[in-house]
């Protein structure tokens, strides 16, 4: 079964800062989606930034991108000018190529020091 | 991106009554839907797949007669939970969309007195 690892439960960051979120997954595909999903209070889940596996460039959004290490099976998100509305729960998610049903990591809470 | 609404947004209730919550897509053809479960500072927990005119598949150690799914459009599914307790108390979202973009609905809160 795929699993997704978010090793940092909480992080901080100051404005305009770069801040880095980690995660790592486990799967015996080799064709997959990953995705970071951003939570604000509200719980709404938002899109942030989606990656295909078989594609090598990293995914870039505005400010955000990852960096995708396949063989290591990682999938960090890089967040660049850190913003005030950027504090909100981050949750890296997988999903098989063949289906729709994701996967959630744990999550990890950011919090924006202005 | 599709819109999907959810109702309730936030519902209270007393213990042993059953509490029934909408998922609807607006401007996409949800043929698949998904029931999630989160509690406070916690991740998403996948509770059960629906499946526009058939049965609901629960994820392992979800109670299918406590959790009742109905999805009788594509744009209806239906969570039902039935005589609710404390412990039910959580954040119930759903979602559908594609293999490469998923649409949530806003959830729900659920408080069992």
């Known amino acids: 079964a795929q699993t997704v690892t978010q090793s940092q439960p909480e992080m901080s960051v100051q404005e305009a800062e770069t801040v880095t979120l980690s995660c790592t997954y486990d799967?015996?595909?080799?064709?997959?989606?990953l995705f970071w999903y951003k939570q604000p209070p509200s719980r709404q889940m938002i899109l942030v930034i989606r990656?295909?596996?078989?594609?090598?460039q990293n995914a870039t959004e505005n400010r955000f991108s990852v960096n995708f290490q396949k063989a290591a099976k990682s999938f960090s998100l890089k967040i660049s000018d850190s913003q005030l509305g950027d504090a909100a729960m981050y949750f890296c998610?997988?999903?098989?190529?063949?289906?729709?049903?994701?996967?959630f990591g744990e999550g990890t809470q950011l919090t924006v020091n202005p | 991106g599709a819109v999907v609404s959810q109702h309730p947004s936030r519902v209270i209730c007393k213990s042993g009554t059953s509490v029934k919550i909408e998922c609807r897509s607006l401007?996409?053809?949800?043929?698949?839907m998904f029931w999630y479960r989160q509690f406070p500072k916690q991740s998403l927990m996948l509770m059960a797949t629906?499946?526009?005119?058939?049965?609901?598949?629960?994820e392992q150690g979800v109670e299918k007669d406590k959790f009742l799914i109905n999805h009788a459009s594509l744009t209806l599914s239906t969570l039902t939970v039935t005589s609710a307790h404390p412990e039910d108390s959580s954040f119930y979202i759903c979602?559908?969309?594609?293999?490469?973009?998923?649409?949530f609905g806003p959830g729900t809160r659920l408080t069992v007195l």
């Open positions: 629906s499946n526009e005119g058939s049965k609901a598949t629960y």
């Open positions: 998610a997988y999903r098989e190529t063949s289906g729709s049903r994701l996967t």
């Open positions: 401007d996409f053809q949800a043929t698949t």
């Open positions: 799967t015996s595909e080799s064709d997959y989606y």
């Open positions: 979602s559908t969309g594609t293999h490469n973009e998923q649409f």
């Open positions: 990656q295909e596996a078989y594609k090598q």
